[in-house]
């Protein structure tokens, strides 16, 4: 049977006369409320993935060894500092966004990127050309980057100079042996000490006073020297207490005191009083001696200034910098020339004419590290010889 069905233009569908439109005014509000929430997000989304690639080109500036990275094409991306200054006399530049192929090919002899392809995390030791006529000898290692759908995004090439390390390993082994001939020499030295101070009672003659007083002398000094071997080898425990600041730094002048009226230097104290600092006082005691030490043996005698200041540095709380009290110790000495000024934390470094252990320095930096702080060196402006700058940690 057939149907007609008759249709009414003027006639409202069903679906028109469930449609509200208050409504539907509803429906596009939520819509762009939840547009623009999709959008903040998006927008810290993409401020983090900033954030993150900032801290990771931070990362690989900063580490002691040389870093390369290729995209899925083997085209280098990027050097980091480490390795730029490893080769300073060629441009590293003009390799970026070209196969790292060429890299290999003009910096390690008779060799190709394959060579140095493993399928384990490895290091393979080549020797590399630095620069013309110089050649070290690395460990490099090679890693596959992968993305999320683990398709092949890249490469990372590390280069670890070898000589570095045994450097670091000498150094280990030289601390040992000090240490040990420290211990052996110090007992008799106490001896020597102990009877020259006894004979020095006894004598009459000045003449062999002053003798007698020399010999001590050069034995509180080379018990000095041993001393900062000892410090410098041994494990650091800090027992951490809250200290005042000031009583500190006074404890350190009064152990120098002996050569700051020796050489009749002025000493130049503006410290707060109210710094308190958690901290093991006999730790921070010896770092400030150190720095002390340093500075009276830098200035002229009878004419020699050291200057103790103490200022607040506000770090920047959203970057996550703390706050930080600042001694600065400052000298009107002949300052540090540049070749000085890159090697004094090395241990072992000295440019006392007398000679000395070149341990002070590396000490007091161990020392301010342990309690989360850092030490800076530079010429002061003001005092026109050294600036030493002891940064700790704001109480929170």
């Not at 399928?119 to 050649?135: A, D, L, Q, S, V």
Request: proline share 3%.
């Amino acid at each position: 049977m057939e149907e007609n069905i008759n249709i009414n233009d003027n006639a409202e569908s069903p679906i028109d006369k469930n449609i509200d439109k208050n409504e539907l005014k509803e429906a596009f509000k939520s819509f762009e409320i939840a547009s623009q929430k999709l959008s903040e997000h998006y927008k810290n989304l993409e401020e983090e993935i900033k954030d993150l690639k900032e801290n990771l080109n931070t990362v690989l500036e900063s580490l002691p060894l040389g870093i390369i990275i290729t995209d899925e094409k083997n085209e280098i991306k990027f050097f980091n500092k480490f390795l730029t200054e490893l080769m300073s006399e060629y441009n590293l530049v003009n390799y970026l966004n070209k196969d790292i192929e060429d890299f290999i090919k003009m910096f390690f002899a008779d060799s190709k990127t394959m060579d140095f392809i493993k399928p384990i995390f490895n290091p393979i030791e080549k020797i590399m050309k630095t620069g013309e006529g110089k050649y070290i000898h690395i460990f490099l290692y090679t890693k596959a980057v992968y993305g999320n759908n683990k398709k092949y995004s890249g490469r990372i090439f590390i280069f670890q100079n070898i000589e570095e390390i045994k450097k670091f390993k000498r150094l280990a082994e030289l601390g040992e042996m000090s240490a040990k001939i420290a211990h052996e020499i110090r007992n008799p030295l106490g001896s020597v000490d102990l009877f020259a101070s006894i004979l020095q009672k006894e004598l009459k003659d000045e003449g062999h006073k002053e003798i007698v007083h020399n010999i001590i002398s050069a034995v509180k000094n080379m018990n000095a020297t041993i001393t900062n071997i000892l410090e410098f080898s041994k494990t650091l425990n800090p027992s951490i207490s809250r200290y005042n600041l000031q009583e500190i730094l006074n404890k350190s002048l009064i152990f120098a005191s002996h050569l700051i009226k020796q050489k009749n230097i002025n000493i130049i104290k503006e410290i707060d009083d109210n710094l308190i600092v958690e901290a093991d006082e006999n730790l921070l005691s010896q770092a400030f001696l150190n720095i002390l030490i340093n500075a009276a043996h830098a200035v002229p005698k009878n004419g020699g200034i050291i200057r103790i200041i103490s200022r607040f540095i506000n770090g920047n709380a959203k970057d996550g910098e703390n706050n930080y009290i600042c001694i600065d110790i400052e000298d009107n000495g002949a300052g540090f020339s540049k070749d000085i000024i890159q090697n004094i934390f090395n241990p072992f470094f000295s440019t006392k004419k007398s000679g000395g252990t070149g341990l002070g320095l590396p000490i007091a930096l161990n020392n301010v590290i342990i309690h989360g702080g850092y030490i800076n060196a530079e010429n002061s402006l003001k005092m026109g010889g050294a600036k030493i700058s002891v940064f700790l940690p704001v109480l929170a």
